[in-house]
């Protein structure tokens, strides 16, 4: 730790390159935290937004009319609008009406914090494409295999879960991983409600050490990492979902 | 059709089923009954509602008027366990419907395991054995993409078998296959209603239909023209229709 830290402070010494989150503490603390909160965001909003890609899929197939429409209408406002407004939204708006509850020193905070928006927004943005993205598959598995399903007993809810959801992950999986690489870069948007993810915290740090360019590189570089990591496991999972003599 | 002096009950009994899609009218009135352990065949042109009368008897078509009974379940109650009805009525499909995401010993596991809720271990062993018996041991790891058409329509009536159905209904099993596949298809089939299993088989294959049934029904434009014993309906048909249809294709 003590080379590294050693190598930057040259480097600034020789170059003039201030990378302070690399030998400065007090960013370095802030920085990784922040970038750990970013991964942190990204995990929990990549699985809600699945779960609510496939729960709604299922529940827009429904016999019960007014589920169905429930959803759609779900999809329609969550794709139709902006991301950024939907989290003022969620932020300002519901946040100014949820409860406050007082912390260990009395003072009163939200029951609900710009975090746990930040997920909900996020959420519920990309789960209404993941919806449309999960119906895709759906229909693209064969009737008469459906038909089988129901030959053998199974319920609609039976039949989803072991035939027709595994079957449309594998048609629909490109898609999605089209729309998590887009979720995992608009965790950003978290930024205008102030929760404290990494450009948030590099957007700090830039203003106390005006090292703005040396910033946006390494944020550009973990982004990259970060939706790489993503992608690489995408794809090992597509790998072992792979069904043989099916080509692919 | 069994003699009802025997005061046996049959084990299907469709009476006066009429169904319509659209326009179309597909069953105008059609009656029939199989007694346990008979094999019947149904023949007829296309269109003329063979598939539509079968996929009636399992519930995946509602009936617009008559009555199914099967081994004492009225299909057309409405307020009818299908589960129950399915666990009895097993079904294979022209073009397999296998799963293509699971192997072969997984396909016929898949619905005693899910559906029945039977022991996984138990299930596994019978699966095994069902697939010796239709000859794919073997190929218990091998998925579907990775069989013969053949292979995979018999990898599907285990799966059926598994269930451990009274009734087994086959719709044009064979119709999607290689002339030279054909017959291992047809050998397990036979097998299996000399073994006693009853069977409604739909197909197109007269020679099978006369070796193998003890009844052979003639549908032509939503009605059961005639039936009879093959060895007479084949030689002696008495309706015009029929010997038109036969002339036809034999």
């Known amino acids: 730790m003590e080379l590294i830290a050693e190598f930057f402070r040259d480097l600034r010494a020789t170059t003039g390159l201030n990378f302070t989150i690399f030998y400065d503490p007090f960013d370095a603390a802030r920085f990784w935290r922040a970038f750990l909160l970013t991964c942190e965001l990204a995990a929990l909003s990549v699985l809600l937004s699945v779960a609510i890609g496939i729960v709604g899929a299922f529940a827009q197939g429904s016999r019960i009319r007014p589920l169905a429409w429930l959803v759609n209408g779900y999809v329609a406002f969550f794709r139709n609008t902006p991301p950024l407004v939907q989290m003022y939204f969620f932020f300002f708006a519901l946040g100014a009406i949820t409860p406050t509850v007082p912390d260990d020193i009395g003072m009163e905070v939200p029951l609900v914090s710009n975090f746990a928006w930040a997920l909900v927004a996020l959420s519920l943005f990309a789960g209404a494409f993941n919806v449309e993205i999960f119906r895709s598959g759906i229909e693209a598995v064969p009737r008469s295999t459906i038909e089988a399903t129901e030959a053998l007993g199974y319920s609609r809810l039976g039949a989803y879960r072991h035939v027709v959801l595994p079957l449309a992950f594998r048609v629909c999986l490109p898609a999605l991983n089209n729309n998590l690489v887009n979720l995992v870069k608009t965790t950003t948007l978290a930024y205008a409600i102030g929760v404290p993810e990494m450009l948030y915290v590099a957007n700090q740090i830039w203003s106390d050490a005006l090292n703005v360019t040396e910033m946006m590189n390494v944020l550009l570089l973990l982004y990259i990492a970060l939706v790489s990591l993503l992608v690489w496991l995408m794809h090992c999972w597509e790998r072992a979902m792979r069904m043989p003599g099916y080509g692919a | ?250």
């Open chain 2, 1 to 250: 059709m069994r003699d009802p002096a025997r005061g046996e009950a049959p084990l299907v009994s469709i009476r006066d089923a009429h169904k319509r899609f659209g326009d179309v009218e597909v069953l105008k009135g059609v009656s029939l009954e199989v007694a346990k352990g008979e094999a019947i065949c149904i023949i007829g042109p296309s269109g003329s509602g063979k598939s539509t009368l079968l996929r009636c008897i399992n519930a995946l078509v509602p009936l617009d008027a008559g009555t199914i009974t099967v081994s004492g379940i009225e299909v057309t109650d409405p307020k009818l366990d299908k589960i129950v009805l399915r666990r009895r009525v097993g079904m294979v499909f022209q073009q397999y419907n296998l799963f293509p995401h699971r192997t072969a010993l997984q396909n016929v596991m898949m619905a005693p395991v899910h559906v029945l809720r039977q022991d996984r271990r138990e299930v596994e062993q019978r699966a095994r054995e069902l697939l010796r018996k239709v000859r794919l041991e073997g190929k218990e790891g091998a998925y579907p993409g990775e069989l013969s058409g053949g292979q995979q329509q018999r990898v599907a009536i285990a799966r059926s078998l598994c269930m451990q159905p009274e009734v087994m209904l086959f719709d044009e099993v064979t119709a999607a296959l290689d002339p030279e596949t054909v017959k291992e298809v047809l050998v397990t089939i036979r097998e299996l209603a000399e073994e006693g299993m009853t069977c409604l088989l739909v197909t197109h294959e007269m020679g099978f239909a006369r070796e193998v049934a003890d009844h052979v029904y003639f549908t032509d434009r939503g009605v059961i023209v005639e039936h009879a014993p093959p060895a007479e309906l084949f030689s002696a048909p008495r309706d015009p229709r029929t010997r038109e249809f036969l002339g036809r294709i034999l």
